[in-house]
Nanobody, 122 residues
Framework: QVQVMESGGGSVQAGGSLNLSCVAS?????MGWFRQGLGKRREGVAT???????SYSDSVKGRFTISRDNAMRTVYLQMNSLKSEDTDMYYC???????????????????WGQGTRVTVSS
């Protein structure tokens, strides 16, 4: 079993920046950030595999940067040039500690945090 915990959400004006962090209780394969609001479909925001290779959704590409520190079992999401449409609950998720996986498939993510809210005001 793996626990993941997010931190760093908050409120910011459009054009501003926020940095989210997520720590896993043990080393895991892939880690990623997802967002979902009430009545909305969950969207994959950014993922990173065990070798640090990132992947982004088109909606955040060029504005968000995902990175991971394996020694600290932590993944970060630096969010710049925030827009009102980025307002959402952001969830950190991880894959298992070992095994084969596709970091770009949502089914690879089996451990989820409680979420942190990001609010961007225009």
């Amino acid at each position: 079993q793996v626990q993941v915990m997010e931190s760093g959400g908050g409120s910011v004006q459009a054009g501003g920046s926020l940095n989210l962090s997520c720590v896993a209780s043990k080393y895991v394969t892939c880690m990623g950030w997802f967002r979902q609001g009430l009545g909305k479909r969950r969207e994959g925001v950014a993922t990173v595999d065990r070798d640090g290779r990132p992947s982004y959704s088109d909606s955040v590409k060029g504005r968000f940067t995902i990175s991971r520190d394996n020694a600290m079992r932590t993944v970060y999401l630096q969010m710049n040039s925030l827009k009102s449409e980025d307002t959402d609950m952001y969830y950190c998720a991880s894959g298992p500690p070992f095994g084969s996986y596709n970091a770009n498939e949502s089914t690879a993510y089996i451990y989820w945090g409680q979420g942190t809210r990001v609010t961007v005001s225009s």
